[in-house]
């Protein structure tokens, strides 16, 4: 019998947004200080019934400045404009609910929630995660409550939350991640969806769909067609050429593009002889995976005109302003977390100290500024499958 | 739950790779309460990225301080064994759920095998403390490894067994059950997974030989069957076990940390447990 988990309200001191009846527009607030007033309702402010609509980043770095001056919002595009830059990756926290006081999700950029299948999952067997040099290796295989179930049980909760939530939709056919996007459309609380095409552990599906670049267009053009809702793609590292797939997944009409998932990998358990994950398999995450995922942002970013959100082994401001530097719009903080949960308020205030004192008066000046000069100055080679990467 | 910086106080090798630590941290020793643990961020900033989880194995709610009890098992803990009084570490906690006593037993048994002595620890001192009877059955692979009669109450009941004989009955701790089974009127264990299956096994037959009596089951003709895993399903009991398993978040966020429940239902270790009541757990799947 599958119980129902206790019904928890958080604990942490909540603004209502002015609209809770519909699909709350996305508005910035300034970042640093809580004593600024409010920003007037802008141009994202729709009715309830309506979609969201982009808003030109002129007007956009007019109206949201930060009490120290410094503007923090990202456009990730299709209306979904975030407050500041600094977004939790998905798997690391839950549903947003589960730190309880110990983090405030509203100082979060946004949220993307745990990975969400059609029906219901119970995951891969024990042991699920353990510490590898420098990072972690992890196989959950997914095991979440289903679509309906998430719907259910978080969305009315996030409709009440400032920062948006963004829900990570996997699947194992294009059927199923149509599947689950045709659900959330239109639900109150969800801001957005980050496809995860990319999950390591699963045994069908997931990874399939982020190594084949026609794949990765097919699923992620279904999804434009059934869904408003602005759309993130994430991107597995385990590829020969991350660059094709990224363009074909611009081509599929992604609004942003996140990257990297895991590497996969394995970890040996020395006294029993044999394979410490109870599925074999897992994911590398944390400071370990770092170097990769900056050359990957740094490919795609060169590759691609839509926002990429950097991730892979972010911990520090130092950290993020490499991303940044690569050509990320935005990060996601995972691992990190799991060591200390303060670590993605820090990054906001550490982004906003950096760009006051050097002079930027947005977060978006300093993407792309260790980026070669010039628009495309590689250029992106054709789609090539199964040949050796070259750089 | 809470994050909060702890002083190390005091730093003892108890047993051969085996540390009792004292922190000042008075938040916790008010907080915590037995089964509970807290989740440690080692002091290797750079190469280690995972918190690690230690059961609150003493609290002293006067002077606010808290003892875990742990063996060095690889990088992580032998950074915290090398931490030295004075230095603060980072705790988040106290975290998952305690054990639940019924307010109307009066004889508690536990049964601890090895390190899983830090699990009921606590609850020995908080047993006592409420006048209830307490006997803890010990189970070590050898003398060495034997939990010193000097760092528990002499209130406590304290039996051996070891797997080589060299103190106490010779075998395995779960032989000695059988004797305190009927004076008991509930048990709590903290071991390893065999040994906590065995256990379950016991309880189960247990139930089934006494046909389970529960106190106040019958209500106006019907019985009310508290939800599974409640807290109140637990106090009625006979046998909860705190149970291990390699954790990531330690809040339920990560699902890193299951246990497979009945009904093909995972378990998170660190919010639904680490403490569960024997027939919650799906103990032939092995998860």
């Known amino acids: 019998m599958r119980r129902t988990p206790a019904k928890r309200r958080p604990t942490v001191r909540r603004i209502k947004p002015a609209i809770v009846s519909g699909r709350r527009p996305v508005t910035a607030r300034p970042a640093t200080s809580g004593t600024t007033a409010p920003t007037a309702p802008g141009p994202s402010r729709t009715p309830a019934t309506a979609r969201y609509e982009s808003v030109p980043a002129s007007e956009s770095a007019a109206t949201r400045v930060s009490g120290a001056g410094v503007d923090l919002s990202v456009d990730l595009g299709r209306g979904l404009v975030l407050e500041n830059p600094v977004l939790v990756a998905s798997g690391t926290f839950g549903y947003g609910v589960e730190y309880g006081d110990v983090v405030d999700v509203q100082a979060l950029g946004a949220i993307c929630c745990k990975g969400t299948t059609l029906r219901p999952r119970i995951g891969n067997q024990p042991p699920r995660v353990t510490e590898t040099p420098a990072g972690m290796l992890n196989s959950i295989g997914l095991q979440n409550p289903g679509v309906d179930g998430v719907i259910e049980k978080y969305a009315p909760l996030w409709a009440t939350w400032r920062g948006p939530v963004i829900v990570n939709v996997a699947g194992e056919s294009i059927e199923d991640y149509v599947g689950v996007v045709r659900k959330l459309e239109g639900v109150p609380g969800i801001a957005g969806i980050e496809l995860n095409i990319s999950c390591p552990n699963v045994g069908k599906g997931g990874l399939q769909f982020a190594v084949d670049a026609e794949a990765a267009q097919a699923v992620t053009a279904a999804v434009r067609a059934e869904t408003e809702l602005p759309l993130m793609v994430k991107l597995s590292p385990n590829v020969a050429d991350v660059r094709a797939i990224a363009r074909a997944i611009e081509e599929g009409g992604a609004d942003s593009i996140s990257a990297i998932n895991t590497l996969s990998g394995i970890a040996v358990d020395l006294h029993a002889r044999r394979p410490l994950l109870g599925n074999v398999y897992g994911g590398v995450s944390g400071p370990a995976i770092k170097p990769i995922a900056l050359r990957v942002v740094y490919e795609v970013a060169q590759a691609v005109d839509i926002p990429v959100v950097g991730i892979g082994g972010i911990g520090s401001t130092e950290d993020a302003l490499e991303f940044f530097f690569v050509g990320a719009s935005a990060v996601q903080v995972g691992t990190a977390i799991f060591a200390d949960p303060t670590v993605p308020a820090r990054i906001v205030d550490g982004l906003a100290r950096y760009c006051a004192e050097h002079g930027y008066g947005s977060v978006a000046e300093l993407v792309g500024l260790a980026l070669p000069k010039g628009p495309r100055a590689r250029p992106v080679p054709p789609s090539v499958k199964g040949v050796e990467y070259r750089p | ?287």
């Open chain 2, 1 to 287: 739950m809470r994050l909060l910086s702890a002083e190390l106080v005091e730093s003892r090798e108890i047993l051969p790779g085996q540390y009792l630590q004292t922190y000042l941290a008075p938040d916790l020793a008010l907080a915590a309460k037995s089964g509970q643990f807290v989740h440690m961020r080692t002091p290797d900033y750079s190469g280690l990225v995972l918190r690690r989880p230690f059961s609150v194995n003493t609290a002293d709610r006067a002077r606010g301080l808290i003892t875990i009890h742990f063996r060095i098992t690889g990088k992580g803990s032998e950074w915290i064994a090398r931490s030295r009084p004075g230095e603060r570490l980072e705790m988040l906690g106290p975290l998952g759920r305690p054990f639940e006593v019924d307010p109307r037993s009066r004889h508690i048994l536990l049964i601890a095998g090895g390190l899983g002595i830090a699990g009921v620890r606590l609850l020995a001192d908080e047993a006592l403390e409420e006048g209830r009877r307490v006997v803890l059955l010990f189970g070590a692979t050898r003398a060495a490894e034997v939990y010193p009669s000097a760092l528990l109450p002499d209130e406590v009941e304290y039996v051996v067994a070891t797997d080589d004989g060299s103190v106490g009955q010779d075998g395995f701790v779960t032989a000695l059950v059988p004797e305190y089974e009927a004076w008991a009127d509930q048990a709590f264990a903290c071991g390893p997974f065999a040994m906590l299956k065995a256990l379950a096994r016991l309880a189960a037959g247990r139930d089934a030989r006494l046909g389970v009596a529960r106190l106040g089951g019958k209500r106006r003709g019907r019985s009310r069957t508290p939800a599974l895993g409640s807290a109140m399903a637990r106090r009625h009991s006979f046998l909860q076990v705190s149970m291990e398993q390699h954790m990531g978040c330690a809040v339920g966020a990560c699902l890193g940390c299951v246990v497979m429940g009945v009904g093909s239902a995972p378990q998170r270790v660190c919010r639904e447990g680490p403490v569960f009541a024997s027939d919650e757990v799906d103990w032939e799947i092995g998860w």
